[in-house]
């Protein structure tokens, strides 16, 4: 049985797995931007511009280490990124049954 971290990359999956990421981190950062959009609507004092720059800074965090492409992380990053409903399955078709059986266990336990 494969072991999450002794997982295997075809080059034909290597490549799926980046596009999955990439296609998820355009999905969450559209979707921040929306989310900025509302937020600064809001915006009536300066202690909301201090919140919001708060929550920008905390996103900015997130968002930089979430999108780690290492070999030995991508399972789980693809579960974490499934989870928060950023990757969708369709993304990962052509990863070997393995690889999704793995990620589609880790999305339970994240």
Do not use: C
């Amino acid at each position: 049985m494969m072991q999450v971290t002794e997982a295997e990359w075809s080059a034909q999956e290597k490549q799926i797995a980046q596009s999955a990421l990439m296609e998820a981190q355009s999905r969450e950062i559209d979707g921040l931007v929306q989310l900025i959009r509302e937020k600064a609507s809001k915006v009536d004092d300066i202690s909301d511009v201090w919140r919001l720059n708060d929550f920008l800074s905390a996103r900015r965090f997130d968002i930089d280490g979430k999108y780690d492409d290492s070999e030995g992380e991508t399972l789980f990053v693809l579960a974490r990124l499934a989870k928060e409903g950023w990757v969708k399955t369709a993304d990962l078709q052509g990863l070997d049954a393995a690889k999704l059986a793995k990620i589609a266990a880790l999305t339970r336990i994240l």
